[in-house]
């Protein structure tokens, strides 16, 4: 059993935690969190970022001037992803999101509830 709860969900749940720093930041907001997660929410995490983020590092860096999702032009919210697997490396992700897609990554990153967000205006 983990010492503490999935930040995600709030429910306690056995399996290592781990551990993931989204940040969401756009002209006018900047919305970031440490997110202690179980191992389903982590991995869904890690899923959207693997399929809609680039990995820092790994791909070949260029500005992207779509969304990361829709692909619409000029999205207005860079998304930054640290994540620390279970014995693993430390990975990072990064993309951009148009606003139509911004509520679905806050939601996996960071889960329905907001108490761990700190947002800068």
Known sequence: M????CDSH???YTGSQQTV???LLSATATERAKMRLCPACFGQALDYAMLHLEEVGVTEEKPQTCCSVCE???PGTAVFLTV???R???RDFYGRLCEGCVPHARDVFLGPKDE???LVA
């Open 21 to 23: 720093y989204p940040a």
């Open 2 to 5: 983990a010492l503490f709860p």
């Open 10 to 12: 709030g429910a306690r």
């Open 72 to 74: 619409a032009p000029d």
């Open 84 to 86: 620390y697997g279970h």
């Open 88 to 90: 693993s490396e430390r």
């Open 116 to 118: 761990n967000l700190r």
